[in-house]
């Protein structure tokens, strides 16, 4: 009786694979094929689904075998799942291609930041992330060590006994120390301070004179670091550079200033223009300009029969008189002075 059953259903089978039963049709690898059978006889539906993490585009969803053992024809296609779009790491960084189904995101931290959640994310067949972005803190490091005579001051507000990476310590020493080293020392990405200076005790030597000049206080044998001292000139003597020098870090003065030497008018006969007031040289008394001030004499255009002024500058004692300046004779002077080119009309 088994045995008759079996028999029969093989013939079908066999009798259908001749009657042009369709075969497992070929389609794209997202479709789901996991419950199609190897053959299918004519008239038989099959509706098509998409695998896990896939969505169904276009259509028709169905499919059918037909009498010539052929399927009807579908653009059913099955396209994978978008997850969101993914927010950035602050002080970090990520790297991915898509976010369809399967693809992958890659997280970093900045230099000096730790990573803390996943470094990486997976879109998964719910259109969702498997781990949301991690968190980059930063690196700290302890308090800035402090030497002795010093004092820190940091770029930014300080809580609790930890820094964090970046932060930079600005040192200063109390005079008569001075820093020596660099000045400024950074927290690190290892956790570590870059090196920290030392507060070294500088003095300076009494300063020293200065020709026709004065220095302001030099009665002690020696002076503390950063400590000024200033100086002055005798007479008419102008002081050049600085007016202050100051105790520096490597034990010596700043620059210090000189004192310039005035100059005298060197005319016999002339009229001279001196900080605007238009002076006969033999009513300019003293005959003494300071360095840098400027003094002119007259010239007379031949061509044109006019007088114009021309200046020249006391430096250092010497007062180099226009070579256009003539001088005239005594005669000239006293008799015909209203014919000197400071007299007559100007050009
Ligand atoms: C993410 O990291 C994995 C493993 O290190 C690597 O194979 C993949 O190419 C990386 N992906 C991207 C987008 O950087
Ligand atoms: C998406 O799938 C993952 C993994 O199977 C699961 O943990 C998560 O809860 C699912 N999310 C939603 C919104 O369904
Ligand atoms: C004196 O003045 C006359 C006439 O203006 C002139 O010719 C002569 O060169 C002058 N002499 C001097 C030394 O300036």
Redesign the pocket.
């Known amino acids: 009786m088994g045995g008759v059953i079996i028999f029969i259903l093989l013939l079908t089978s066999v009798k259908s694979q001749h009657n042009n039963v369709c075969s497992r049709p070929e389609l794209d690898d997202n479709i789901d094929t996991s419950g199609i059978q190897r053959f299918i006889s004519p008239g038989v539906e099959v509706a098509l689904s998409c695998k896990q993490g896939y969505t169904p585009v276009l259509g028709p969803r169905k499919i059918v075998c037909t009498v010539s053992g052929q399927w009807t024809k579908t653009k059913f296609q099955c396209i994978p799942k978008l997850c969101p779009y993914p927010d950035p790491v602050t002080n970090g960084e990520m790297y991915y291609e898509d976010t369809t189904y399967q693809s992958m995101i890659n997280y970093t931290c900045n230099e000096g930041y730790i990573l803390t959640g996943s470094s990486f994310s997976v879109c998964q067949a719910n259109g969702t992330w498997s781990s949301s972005a991690p968190l980059c803190t930063p690196v700290t490091c302890g308090l800035a060590p402090i030497p002795q005579f010093g004092l820190v001051i940091y770029s930014r507000r300080v809580r609790g006994g930890t820094v964090d990476y970046g932060m930079v310590a600005t040192y200063s020493c109390l005079p008569p120390y001075a820093v020596f080293g660099k000045a400024t020392a950074e927290c690190t990405a290892s956790g570590y301070w870059t090196e920290t200076p030392e507060c070294e005790m500088v003095m300076c030597p009494p300063p020293e004179n200065i020709e026709r000049g004065y220095v302001s206080n030099n009665n002690k044998l020696e002076y503390d670091f950063k400590e000024k001292v200033r100086y002055g000139c005798r007479g008419d003597y102008v002081l050049e550079g600085s007016l202050e020098v100051v105790c520096q870090r490597d034990g010596k003065w700043s620059e210090k200033p000189s004192c310039k030497a005035p100059c005298s008018v060197g005319i016999q006969r002339g009229r001279i223009l001196y900080k605007g007031v238009k002076t006969w040289i033999e009513d300019f008394n003293p005959n003494v300009v300071l360095h840098k001030d400027v003094v002119s004499v007259y010239c007379m255009n031949k061509v044109m029969k006019c007088g114009y002024a021309v200046t020249t500058q006391c430096m250092d004692g010497t007062l180099n008189i226009p070579e256009c300046f003539?001088e005239?004779?005594a005669?000239?002077y006293t008799v015909?002075s209203n014919?000197l080119p400071s007299e007559i009309e100007q050009c």
Do not use: G, T
Request: hydrophobic share 30%; aromatic share 0%.
């Open positions: 003539e005239p004779n005669i000239n015909h014919l």
